[in-house]
């Protein structure tokens, strides 16, 4: 089976600075990451994924995420945060050998103030 | 690119009523999705369909819970006797076929309120 954890159910960040949102997974087979975000209504959008090769992944809009095999982690970064990425982010993986469901985190609300 | 389409947006019932909801996926899109929200809480799985096949079911999909896509279209899901635990919003998303690295492209959502 498989988990997902992201402990910051809320970020708040003032606009340009830094962000980094956390993601740990639990899996006992090979798995594929992915982060969501969902803006205020609205469905929720790919943002970026990991499938393999280079475990440094971006997003078109300045995110980045980082696979670490030995955390077990895919934390999402951006160094310059804007009023317009404050939305709800979830972390999600699904396993290589199985139907592809994906498994989400239970969300991090990225508000980002003026 | 129309996208996913779910429809009702919103659906409020009385409980013990049944209700039924409605995806539409990507046309050229062969897998649909189902996965149920709740406050706070990420999507969680339900169902997955395969054309008109159903693959996989949740155990999160109780007895009470149908899901069909009868002809590897549209998809429906039916819930009978609703309780107030069922309110969250339902999802529903479709991909390519099945490949995990295939995006999901997923609807707006149906909410729903028993009461």
């Known amino acids: 089976a498989q988990s997902v954890t992201q402990l910051d159910s809320q970020v708040p960040v003032f606009e340009e600075a830094p962000v980094e949102l956390r993601c740990n997974y639990s899996?006992?087979?090979?798995?594929?990451l992915f982060w969501y975000v969902q803006y205020p209504n609205q469905g929720l959008q790919l943002l970026l994924k990991?499938?393999?090769?280079?475990?440094l992944v971006e997003s078109i809009n300045g995110f980045e995420a980082e696979f670490n095999k030995s955390q077990t982690s895919f934390h999402l970064r951006k160094p310059s945060v804007h009023i317009s990425d404050t939305a709800e982010y979830f972390c999600?993986?699904?396993?290589?050998?199985?139907?592809?469901?994906?498994?989400f985190g239970s969300g991090t609300r990225l508000l980002v103030r003026p | 690119d129309t996208g996913v389409s779910q429809d009702p947006r919103h659906k409020i019932t009385k409980r013990g009523q049944n209700v039924t909801f409605r995806c539409d996926p990507i046309?050229?899109?062969?897998?649909l999705y189902w996965y149920r929200q709740t406050l706070g809480q990420g999507p969680e799985f339900l169902t997955y369909?395969?054309?008109?096949?159903?693959?996989?079911k949740s155990r999160l999909l109780s007895d009470r819970f149908s899901a069909e896509r009868p002809k590897g279209s549209f998809s429906t899901l039916e819930i009978q006797r609703t309780e107030q635990g069922d309110s969250a919003m339902y999802l529903c998303a479709s991909s390519r076929s099945g490949r995990a690295n295939n995006e999901q492209f997923f609807g707006p959502g149906t909410r729903l309120t028993v009461l």
């Open positions: 369909f395969q054309n008109e096949a159903q693959l996989e």
């Open positions: 990991y499938l393999s090769g280079s475990t």
């Open positions: 999600a993986v699904t396993p290589m050998d199985s139907s592809y469901k994906l498994i």
């Open positions: 899996s006992s087979v090979s798995v594929y």
């Open positions: 046309s050229e899109h062969n897998r």
